[in-house]
Nanobody, 119 residues
Framework: QVELVESGGGLVQAGGSLRLSCAAS????????MSWYRQAPGKQRELVAS???????NYADSVKGRFTISRAHAENTVYLQMNSLKPEDTAVYYC?????????????WGQGTQVTVSS
């Protein structure tokens, strides 16, 4: 049973920083891709950042230059360093891990962690 456990959310003032962590357990397979998504009230879930096995990264335009995604491969852990936070970054942030076993690929999700940025 694959489980993703997130931590690091909280309340911060605009301009501040937070660091989110997500650890995947219950699998011996390294995730192909690990990502962070977010969902604000009344909005659809959106991709924030993703990182592949070769540490290739992808960011939403709204967070480029402010957020940095990284991963510790041996620990199956992904991080999201969020700087210069804005009120519009307020959302529940979800960790995602995509794991392929033989020919089957499956997405796993964390429970979400709240990030609130006050103005």
């Amino acid at each position: 049973q694959v489980e993703l456990v997130e931590s690091g959310g909280g309340l911060v003032q605009a301009g501040g920083s937070l660091r989110l962590s997500c650890a995947a357990s219950g699998t011996i397979f390294r995730p192909d891709n690990m990502s962070w998504y977010r969902q604000a009230p009344g909005k659809q879930r959106e991709l924030v950042a993703s990182i592949g096995t070769g540490d290739n990264t992808n960011y939403a335009d709204s967070v480029k230059g402010r957020f940095t995604i990284s991963r510790a491969h041996a620990e199956n852990t992904v991080y999201l360093q969020m700087n210069s936070l804005k009120p519009e970054d307020t959302a529940v942030y979800y960790c995602n891990a995509r794991i392929t076993v033989l020919i089957r690929t499956k997405d796993y999700w964390g429970q979400g962690t709240q990030v609130t940025v006050s103005s």
